[in-house]
């Protein structure tokens, strides 16, 4: 509590791991870990029934927050993480419900663990929610959204993580199983669309007549052979 939430006159009315990641942003060579504040919901306080009005309104505030700072448009940094997340899940069309997932999910991830290797988790995780885009025939429907958190369970995936590697791990164990309807050389359906646009922002060497056979092999492997690197890009 101490460390996280009390402001100090001293340090110019921070907190002490708000003023050591002001160090680390100035000075990163002279830290061996990158400094994450949590001053924000824990694990447990996340499972807590938000009905009991305990923790809801400092829920509330707290992630709408996170998703101002970091999914908005007009106040999201210039970065990898930033443009996958507008130059691709923003512009999927038949995706609404799976993209409240997965804004969730990421969100989640950043009360868990910061932003460091934001943009490969977020790929990760991609793969995983997404992947009800092209395990169904047509529409992704809400009540498949139910169904499939409890097939898989990502959201504690994240949250019973204790490092972002561990995280990694586990998104990358998910088996991406691709329904091969619509994906023909003669479809033009949205689910067709979603694979093409993946196809060309992930840079996966899969061209249009291979899409029903090769598409889910070549995704999983471009995704999972990502690295969390120091700086937390990909190789």
């Not at 921070?14 to 002001?22: D, F, L, N, R, W």
């Not at 938000?50 to 210039?78: C, M, V, W």
């Not at 995280?167 to 998910?174: A, S, T, Y």
Request: charged share 25%; hydrophobic share 30%.
């Amino acid at each position: 509590v101490y460390n996280h939430h009390i402001v100090q006159r001293n340090l110019g009315h921070s907190t002490p791991v708000q003023s050591m990641k002001e160090w680390y942003r100035k000075k990163p060579e002279l830290f061996k870990k990158r400094v994450y504040d949590h001053s924000g919901l824990d694990s447990c306080d996340i499972r807590q029934p938000l009905n009991a009005g305990i923790n809801t309104i400092h829920y509330l505030q707290y992630f709408e927050f996170l998703r101002q700072h970091y999914l908005d448009k007009d106040s999201q940094p210039e970065s990898g993480f930033r443009n996958f997340y507008q130059g691709l899940i923003c512009q999927l069309e038949g995706c609404d419900y799976l993209k409240k997932l997965y804004d969730t999910c990421l969100l989640l991830y950043i009360s868990q663990f910061g932003d460091e290797h934001l943009h490969v988790v977020a790929i990760k995780l991609f793969r995983v929610v997404y992947s009800r885009r092209v395990t169904n025939q047509k529409a992704v429907r809400e009540e498949s959204i139910s169904s499939f958190i409890k097939e898989s369970p990502v959201l504690d995936w994240i949250t019973m993580s204790y490092t972002p590697e561990q995280c990694c791990e586990r998104l990358d164990n998910f088996v991406l199983d691709v329904n091969r309807s619509n994906l023909s050389v003669t479809d033009k359906g949205v689910k067709k669309r979603f694979v093409l646009k993946v196809v060309k922002h992930i840079g996966l060497t899969v061209n249009e007549q291979e899409l029903a056979e090769k598409f889910g092999m070549e995704f999983t492997s471009k995704v999972t052979g990502y690295k969390l690197t120091k700086k937390g890009c990909h190789e």
